[in-house]
């Protein structure tokens, strides 16, 4: 059975980081493309970055140069790393599985929750 | 970038009610194109993908059609568990999801 278990969330000042994971069962991470999508509270669905299969990693224009992507492939876990985190970063953070390119999000995890304030 | 526009923002309906949800594209996106259900505190939910596939174990009153830049999601006899947001995305150029349709209880 497929799963994605994202934890590390939490509140953090503006300014401050924090590294979200993401464990994932009934798959290979390092076989599929996965993406962070994000949700602030009561809007709507945003991408937020992908790692492909072999590696490559784009952003969002709204995290580029503050966020970075990657996986562990011993642990099967993929991460979040986010620097300077603002206001505006306050979302619900989803770890989402692709498969490979031009495939739909088929399996999503349960979410954690990042409040960035002071 | 590609943007999604989804209409209406907001439908009421009733249980049993035939219910239609437009996406549109800002560019043709082919049949890339995936419809989600959500609902609240929950993770979305793969429902159709490919403009009109329809995701395992999701209930054929489900249908998605369109292609090149129009597209619709439709419902075809509403039933309690479909009262929920549902978003579009296309995944044609990286990825950008449409702003959601809450379906609500008329």
């Known amino acids: 059975e497929v799963q994605l278990v994202e934890s590390g969330g939490g509140l953090i000042q503006p300014g401050g980081s924090l590294r979200l994971s993401c464990a994932a069962s009934g798959f290979t991470v390092s076989s599929n493309y996965m993406s962070w999508v994000r949700q602030a509270p009561g809007k709507g669905l945003e991408w937020v970055s992908v790692i492909y299969s072999g590696g490559s990693t784009y952003y969002a224009d709204s995290v580029k140069g503050r966020f970075t992507i990657s996986r562990d492939n011993s642990k099967n876990t993929l991460y979040l790393q986010m620097n300077s985190l603002r206001a505006e970063d306050t979302a619900v953070y989803y770890c989402?599985?692709?498969?490979?390119?031009?495939?739909?999000?088929?399996?999503w995890g349960q979410g954690t929750l990042v409040t960035v304030s002071s | 970038d590609i943007q999604m526009t989804q209409s209406p923002s907001t439908l009421s309906a009733s249980v049993g009610d035939r219910v239609t949800i437009t996406c549109r594209a800002s560019?043709?996106?082919?049949?890339?194109l995936a419809w989600y259900q959500q609902k609240p505190g929950k993770a979305p939910k793969l429902l159709i993908y490919k403009a009109s596939s329809l995701e395992s174990g999701v209930p054929s009153r489900f249908s998605g059609s369109g292609s090149g830049t129009d597209f619709t999601l439709t419902i075809s006899s509403l039933q309690p568990d479909d009262f929920a947001t549902y978003y579009c995305?296309?995944?044609?150029?990286?990825?950008?999801f449409g702003q959601g349709t809450k379906v609500e209880i008329k």
């Open positions: 560019q043709s996106i082919s049949s890339w």
């Open positions: 995305q296309q995944y044609n150029s990286y990825w950008t």
């Open positions: 989402a599985r692709q498969g490979q390119w031009l495939a739909p999000f088929d399996y």
